[in-house]
């Protein structure tokens, strides 16, 4: 008989170390909630991207990225999987220096980017403001539609989905359920999003994830707006600052022509509703970067959820000396992380090499951060 | 024919009309009348394509559906139904 | 921004909204009354093109009289319910209003049922095409179907032939021995028994159907024949409309944005004053449960009343509107739909129309919430209106929660409101 996989949350991070842990030969349960993607993985953006913030972050985002790469082709069309690549656009001659900087990096790393300048960055997006002086080009990165693709994962794994089935607490070999109903299983991995540490709480810490809200709005369809996904560079300044709440340009052309725009963060925030001031402080920004966003129709704006830790890197890895495993707290980038994560977790349930050093991963580092204060 | 049309046939100006175009083409209607009766006054039928590419009109009639949406004097996603006709207004069903 | 300032605010300038209207502004009250339709009247007093009907015209001369101002072509698109506070647009722009207090008027809209063909132009909704028609929409020499279910069935075959429309049947999803013993308990009310009579006479000659309903509709970029169920047994008949409603749901999108509670069928939740369980927010006609005429009257004087302050009156009308509700509760459960319309979709039957998703991609999945979000259903400019109570009645479950804005707004619109908003949270919170 193979052995058991319990996996709780059917989120796209959920749904990928389902399908890994199925190919690595075992029968996998996933245990949810609610419905799949009912957490933060119905209210992104899908930017499959690789993203340079710590040389870790870059191991974990271009290796995931090369794993979504090998999917393409078997991906179905609700997914709708494009390659649109990634234009990081610079406003003024610092941002113009992390241009460069950023793209000589990439080459080192094996990743394709290309720079634009003023000119070539016109005729990529004609509706970029005309003031931006360059940008840097980055082909490969993909979009994707998350909810789609955490069931398509779903699928793919096998796995028996139980819904409406909310688990209490994780450990090495069995979930408590509520009422006391436990379930058992040769291993456990906890990938429940922001709710993941209660689960396993005193193990780690219970704050060690902390959710950051970010609003995103959808227009109408608007065929040829934009061909990119475009994010402005400043977004490196003002996308980590821990205090207080930032805002920054991004945008997505979704394959069907509706426009997605984002981005803002908030950390202490109770309420989901879509606050005026953010929104306002968001779109004026969008504005400022391509101004003829302003006549599109918005039909929809909404508030998602992400689960940060305090270095901005997801807990891949056993917790304490005998498990659950953990993969959660994959902040703004869980979307394109998602594979890689769960390619991670089953070399280190298997005993194989890691894809990538795992050590910046260890949930263990929470208990260190914690004791610093 | 319904009466707007018959007028204009007729090349019949009375006051009760105003003038407007309708995806280029100039035409009488009603004063009072909706765009979306106006269209179908003059026969247009299918004012909309659909995301798989069928034809489609106004269903509700009053500004729920957005079946009947058009782009009013450049304006995008205007719904027929609760516009009325006004001189001169330009009303494109290619670009809702 | 503009902004409005005055005592009372109204929304919708149907029946409710103009007896609300005039019930505040005769106490003195400054009202402000806004409707996105062209004019007033509401569903069923609309003139466009035509004059409204004799019923109306009191109350329009009364509603003219009361002093309260009008502003048609004006939707509300959000609100700030602790701030008494309304956000509209019309052709200049968005607008500020602000109140003392609100009232909710804003109607019902009809419940549409996917079958084959639906989607096709020429099916349009029953209350749908009387309503274009007042707007100009050419009916006269027309053969038109009427079909789907509710009173309102009969009132608008009626419409259509006074308009010199030919009116080919009238389909009644409900059985008529149900409907008989409904028109039975209408023996004590002498006036609606007498207009059923009125109804009748003018469709004299127009097949009326019971048990029937629409099972294809056949086109090819139009509807020209339609397919019907009576009984069990097809029926084929060649139009050049269909005219099909499956009843009323009540309009409460703007009550839920602004934080007002359902009761368990769905309309706002009101007391014996019309106050919802928002301070100073109250909710009168169709919102609160479809009653037709009479009941969103009686409701807009008492709503009105009660906004001015004036309990005796208000408590007057609160018997009489607690008899209508009775009676709109009878109508619903004559009308109750029939479990087999649930098998009209095919696989193919587009069930959301802005989205074009097909009945085979929806009916497995569980919630409105995964159904949206695996098929794109409601997703759309519509934010669900139509295909949200279809998918209800098709498989149960509750509607996914409504996103901002209501109604679709530019992005430059849309930063223009927030910055509003914001602005007045800074200025009140001072
Ligand atoms: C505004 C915004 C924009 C974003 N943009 C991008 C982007 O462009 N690219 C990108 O890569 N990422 C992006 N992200 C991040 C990405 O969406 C998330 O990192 C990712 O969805 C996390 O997936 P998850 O499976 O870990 O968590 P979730 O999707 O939250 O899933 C957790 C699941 O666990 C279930 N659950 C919770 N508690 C329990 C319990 N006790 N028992 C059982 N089940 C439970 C929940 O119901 C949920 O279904 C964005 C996020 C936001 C909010
Ligand atoms: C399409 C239709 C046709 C009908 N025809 C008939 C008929 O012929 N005979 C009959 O007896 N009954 C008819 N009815 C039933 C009718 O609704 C009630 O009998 C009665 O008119 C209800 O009055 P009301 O004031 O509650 O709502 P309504 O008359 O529906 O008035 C509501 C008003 O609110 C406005 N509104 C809604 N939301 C907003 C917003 N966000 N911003 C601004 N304005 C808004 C609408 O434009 C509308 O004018 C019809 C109903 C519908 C839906
Ligand atoms: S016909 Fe439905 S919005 Fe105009």
Redesign the interface.
């Known amino acids: 008989m193979k052995p058991r996989a319990l996996v709780i949350g059917a989120g796209i991070v959920g749904a990928a170390c389902a399908a890994e842990l199925a190919r690595a030969g075992f029968a996998v349960v996933v245990l949810e909630a609610a419905h799949p993607s009912a957490g933060a993985t119905a209210c992104g953006m899908g930017h499959v991207v690789a993203m340079d913030d710590s040389e870790a972050q870059l191991e974990l985002t271009r290796t995931s990225r090369s794993l979504w790469e090998e999917l393409l082709p078997e991906l179905p069309e609700n997914i709708e999987a494009t390659r649109a690549g990634t234009l990081w656009v610079a406003a003024d001659d610092e941002e113009l220096a992390a241009v460069h900087a950023k793209h000589a990096y990439y080459l080192t790393r094996g990743v394709n980017a290309e720079i634009h300048d003023q000119h070539s960055l016109r005729s990529l997006e004609p509706h970029l403001a005309p003031d931006l002086i360059g940008a840097l080009r980055v082909p490969d990165d993909l979009v994707v539609y998350p909810p789609c693709a955490a069931a398509w994962l779903l699928a793919l794994s096998g796995a028996e989905l139980r819904v409406g089935l909310a688990v209490e607490r994780a450990e090495a070999r069995r979930v408590l359920l509520h009422g006391g109903v436990a379930l058992e299983g040769d291993l456990v991995v906890v990938a429940a999003g922001e709710h993941s540490l209660p689960l396993v709480s005193p193990a780690l810490p219970l704050h060690g994830i902390k959710p950051r809200k970010g609003h995103l709005v959808i227009t109408d369809r608007a065929p040829g707006f934009a061909q990119h996904q475009i994010v402005e560079l400043g977004y490196l300044k003002s996308a980590h600052s821990h205090d207080g709440s930032s805002v920054a340009f991004n945008l997505q052309p979704r394959p069907n022509g509706q426009v997605l725009l984002g981005s803002s963060r908030q950390y202490d925030r109770t309420s989901d509703e879509v606050e005026p001031a953010m929104l306002r402080r968001m779109l004026e920004r969008a504005f400022r970067y391509m101004p003829k966003l302003r006549a599109l129709p918005a039909i929809r704006a909404w508030t998602g959820r992400r689960a940060a830790t305090h270095d901005h890197l997801p807990l891949i890895g056993k917790v304490g000396a005998e498990g659950p495993w953990l993969a959660a707290g994959h902040e703004g980038l869980g979307i394109t992380t998602s594979l890689g994560t769960a390619r991670l977790l089953s070399s280190l349930i298997a005993g194989t090499t890691p894809p990538f050093d795992p050590r910046p991963f260890d949930p263990q580092r929470l208990c260190a951060e914690a004791s610093h204060g | 024919m ?3 049309a018959h007028a204009h046939a007729h090349g019949e100006h009375d006051a009760g009309h105003c003038t407007i175009w309708l995806d280029g083409e100039r035409r009488r ?6 765009v ?3 269209l ?2 003059h026969g247009w ?3 909309r394509t ?3 590419g ?14 009947c ?1 058009v782009a009013i004097d450049g304006v ?2 205007r719904r027929a ?4 006709v006004r001189e001169g207004m330009e009303v494109s069903t290619h670009h809702a | 921004m503009r902004e409005l300032a005055c005592d009372l605010l109204v929304v919708g300038a149907g029946p409710a909204g103009i007896a609300a209207a005039c019930a505040a502004a005769e106490r003195g009250k400054k009202v402000l009354v806004l409707d996105e339709n062209p004019g007033a009247g509401g569903q069923i007093w609309r003139a466009g093109t035509h004059a409204p009907p004799r019923a109306a015209e009191p109350w329009l001369a009364r509603f003219r009289a009361s002093g309260a101002e009008l502003r048609s072509g004006c939707a509300v698109v959000e609100g700030d319910a602790a701030r008494q506070t309304l956000w509209a647009q019309d052709a200049e722009g968005l607008l500020r209003t602000r109140a003392e207090s609100i009232v909710l008027a804003t109607g019902a809209r009809e419940l549409f049922l996917p079958f084959p063909g639906w989607t096709l132009p020429g099916v349009l909704g029953a209350g749908g095409l009387q309503a274009l028609a007042k707007s100009g929409w050419p009916v006269r020499g027309k053969k038109i179907g009427v079909a789907g279910s509710g009173p309102l069935l009969l009132a608008v075959a009626a419409w259509l032939v006074e308009h010199g429309a030919h009116v080919a049947f009238v389909a009644e999803q409900a059985p008529l021995g149900r409907l008989a013993r409904f028109a039975a308990s209408l023996a004590f009310q002498p006036r609606k028994l007498a207009q059923l009579a009125a109804l009748r006479w003018k469709l004299r000659g127009v097949p009326q159907l019971f048990s029937s309903w629409p099972v294809r509709a056949n086109g090819r970029a139009h509807i020209d024949s339609v397919e019907l169920a009576t009984d069990g047994e097809p029926q084929g008949f060649l139009v050049d409309a269909l005219a099909v409603g499956f009843g009323l749901v009540p309009e409460t999108a703007l009550a839920e944005q602004l934080g007002c509670a359902l009761d368990a069928s769905g309309a706002v939740a009101v007391d014996a004053e019309q106050r919802t369980n928002v301070e100073r927010i109250y909710a009168a006609g169709e919102p609160t449960g479809i009653g037709g005429v009479e009941n969103a009257l009686l409701q807009g004087e008492l709503a009105g009343a009660s906004a001015a302050g004036d309990a005796r009156a208000a408590h007057t009308f609160a018997r009489r509107a607690a008899r209508a509700r009775r009676f709109g509760r009878a109508l619903e459960r004559a009308f109750a739909l029939r479990e087999e319309l649930r098998e009209m979709p095919d696989d193919d039957t587009i069930v959301c129309r802005c989205e074009d998703v097909r009945w085979d991609a929806a009916r497995e999945l569980d919630s409105a919430r995964e159904t949206k979000l695996q098929t794109r259903c409601g997703m759309g400019p519509c934010q669900g209106r139509v295909c949200q109570p279809a998918l209800h009645f098709l498989k149960g479950g509750r509607a996914d929660r409504r996103r901002p804005p209501l109604l679709p707004l530019t992005l430059g619109e849309l930063a223009e409101l927030a910055a509003d908003r914001t602005t007045l949270e800074h200025e009140t919170s001072r």
């Not at chain 2, 209607?29 to 909706?34: D, H, K, V």
């Not at chain 2, 069928?54 to 957005?66: N, V």
């Not at chain 2, 139904?81 to 009325?84: D, F, G, K, N, S």
């Open positions: 319904g009466d707007a209607a009603p004063i009072g009348a909706s979306a009766a106006a179908a006054l039928r299918g004012t659909s995301v798989s069928e034809p489609r009109s106004a269903l509700c009639g009053m500004g729920i559906c957005f079946e949406r995008p996603l139904c609760l516009v009325t």
